[in-house]
């Protein structure tokens, strides 16, 4: 099936199965008949979008989103506003959304990202409400059994049929993984945990009807899992690690890595960064398509955009909240000079790290098409509030790309 085709036929086969009662017949039937329409992973890679520059939204199931601000238009983070946001996305085209596995928030005058929804039952929620979106869950590998999980994925696979992806965390949080009574552990270990239940999902995904896995960490004994992801493929698989085992991993599993870009990463760079895990990848016979996560102020004009981001992100940023999260990480005066920590405190607030996107339509759409000019194949944006925020940015800067030749329309 050609990619392009597809958005078409999805639609079509789609808009019948999620018409109610009879859609659901249909849907069931084509579960016991293995009858669902054959989807290829690369038609999934594509997220079922010709479009060369992919665009998403990151964070919406936390409460503020990614904006460490006390501003009282911060995202709810509620189920209402997920679902209104992911009904507006898929309508304008949006290709993916992509939740954050967080437990325990980060405290501060908001309790930032204290109130999280929690991202599997969120996807699947989406899924049933959308016709194109991809929706992600994103899984920290050892809070949970893999068995458990790959049955998870494949129902909301089924559901969304063929629109669910999985983001594999492994976790760096101590006081997340207090609360399940499990030990973070050391970063290599987490990442040779990783391995083993992926490689167990994948076992369960496969075409084989019954499997054993013995490994350093998990023992299958006769395991089964029926039915298999929807449609004679797999749910797309993305990674975020960013240390060289983080990236090792990102690049032997998954279809998407995504990379943190500062805005003191050059342009040349980050086309450097692109080319050599997709190098990379390919040595290993695999494709490797390569998103980083952007926060999306864009206003009339300059001078409003800017004083916005200011407002927000300065003058009302949560800086307790900020100063825990760095804590977390050991990021303190002390241990990163007075310098250092200021200029980490800033990039903080600004959306835990993503790339200021401050600015008119027009600089929005060049600074973003940069990226794609130098290999860049999408990117997931933040909102201090996506709802009221998304309108503009869908109205402005999508017709924008499309002229710049990123996007259809
Ligand atoms: C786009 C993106 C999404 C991420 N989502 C989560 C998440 O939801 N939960 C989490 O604990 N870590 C998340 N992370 C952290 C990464 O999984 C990873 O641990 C981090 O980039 C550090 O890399 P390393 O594990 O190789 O040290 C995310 C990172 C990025 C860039």
């Not at 999280?116 to 049933?128: P, Y």
């Given at each position: 099936?050609?990619?392009v085709?597809a958005?078409?036929?999805?639609?079509i086969?789609i808009?019948?199965?999620s018409?109610?009662?009879?859609?659901?017949l249909v849907?069931?039937?084509?579960i016991e008949a293995?009858?669902?329409?054959?989807?290829?992973?690369g038609?999934?890679?594509?997220m079922y979008?010709?479009?060369?520059?992919k665009?998403g939204l990151?964070g919406a199931?936390?409460?503020?989103g990614?904006a460490v601000?006390?501003?009282?238009?911060?995202?709810?983070?509620s189920?209402?506003?997920?679902?209104?946001?992911a009904?507006?996305?898929d309508?304008?085209?949006?290709?993916?959304?992509?939740?954050?596995g967080?437990w325990?928030g980060y405290?501060g005058d908001t309790?930032y990202q204290?109130a999280?929804?929690?991202?599997?039952?969120?996807?699947?929620?989406?899924?049933?409400s959308?016709?194109?979106?991809?929706?992600?869950?994103?899984?920290?590998?050892?809070?949970?059994?893999?068995?458990?999980a790959?049955?998870?994925f494949?129902?909301?696979d089924?559901?969304?049929?063929?629109r669910?992806?999985?983001?594999?965390?492994?976790?760096?949080?101590?006081?997340?993984f207090?609360?399940?009574?499990a030990?973070?552990g050391?970063?290599?270990?987490?990442y040779?945990y990783?391995?083993?239940w992926?490689?167990?999902?994948?076992?369960?995904w496969s075409?084989?009807?019954?499997?054993d896995?013995?490994?350093r960490?998990?023992?299958?004994?006769?395991?089964?899992a029926?039915?298999?992801?929807?449609?004679?493929?797999?749910?797309?698989?993305?990674?975020?690690g960013?240390?060289?085992t983080?990236?090792?991993f990102?690049?032997?599993?998954?279809?998407?890595?995504?990379?943190?870009?500062?805005?003191?990463?050059t342009l040349?760079?980050t086309?450097q960064?692109?080319?050599?895990?997709?190098?990379?990848?390919?040595q290993?016979g695999?494709?490797?398509?390569?998103?980083?996560?952007?926060?999306v102020?864009?206003?009339?004009?300059?001078?409003?955009?800017?004083?916005?981001?200011h407002?927000?992100?300065v003058?009302?940023a949560d800086w307790?909240?900020v100063?825990?999260?760095?804590?977390?990480?050991?990021?303190?005066p002390?241990t990163?000079?007075?310098?250092?920590?200021?200029?980490?405190?800033n990039h903080q607030?600004n959306g835990m790290?993503?790339?200021p996107?401050?600015?008119?339509p027009?600089?929005?759409a060049l600074?973003?098409s940069?990226?794609?000019?130098?290999g860049l194949?999408?990117?997931?944006?933040s909102?201090?509030?996506y709802l009221d925020?998304?309108?503009?940015f869908?109205?402005?800067?999508?017709p924008?790309l499309?002229?710049?030749?990123?996007r259809e329309?």
């Open positions: 099936m050609n990619p085709n958005p078409l036929c999805l639609t086969v808009s019948t199965i018409s109610g009662v009879a859609g659901n849907a069931n039937k084509g293995g009858m669902e329409r054959e989807i290829e992973l038609e999934r890679a594509a979008s010709a479009n060369r520059l665009l990151f199931n936390c409460s503020s990614r601000t006390m501003l009282p238009e911060r995202w709810s983070g189920w209402p506003d997920c679902l209104r946001l009904q507006m996305a309508d304008a085209g949006i290709e993916f959304m992509l939740p954050i967080r325990k405290g309790d204290g999280t929804l929690e991202t599997m039952t969120w996807a699947c929620g989406l899924l049933a959308t016709r194109r979106l991809t929706v992600f869950g994103t899984v920290h590998a050892p809070l949970i059994s893999p068995l458990i790959a049955k998870e494949v129902t909301a089924h559901i969304g049929e063929g669910f992806g999985l983001n594999v965390v492994c976790g760096w949080n101590e006081g997340e207090e609360m399940f009574g030990t973070l050391d970063h290599k270990t987490r040779e990783a391995q083993e992926l490689d167990v999902i994948k076992l369960a075409p084989k009807e019954d499997f896995f013995a490994g960490f998990i023992m299958v004994k006769k395991g089964r029926k039915p298999k992801p929807y449609g004679g493929s797999r749910p797309l698989i993305m990674n975020a960013a240390s060289p983080g990236q090792a990102a690049i032997r599993n998954s279809d998407a890595l995504f990379s943190n870009v500062s805005s003191s990463t040349d760079q086309g960064h692109i080319k050599s895990v997709q190098a990379l990848a390919e290993q695999r494709r490797l398509d390569v998103y980083t996560v952007g926060v102020t864009c206003r009339p004009t300059a001078r409003e955009a800017e004083d916005y981001w407002h927000s992100i003058d009302n307790r909240a100063d825990n999260i760095l804590a977390m990480r050991n990021i303190t002390e990163h000079g007075v310098d250092e920590f200021q200029r980490l405190r607030a790290g993503g790339l996107l401050v600015g008119a027009d600089t929005i600074k973003i940069e990226l794609a000019a130098v194949t999408g990117i997931a944006v909102f201090v509030n925020e998304l309108p503009y869908c109205a402005e800067v999508l924008r499309a002229r710049l030749g990123l329309k």
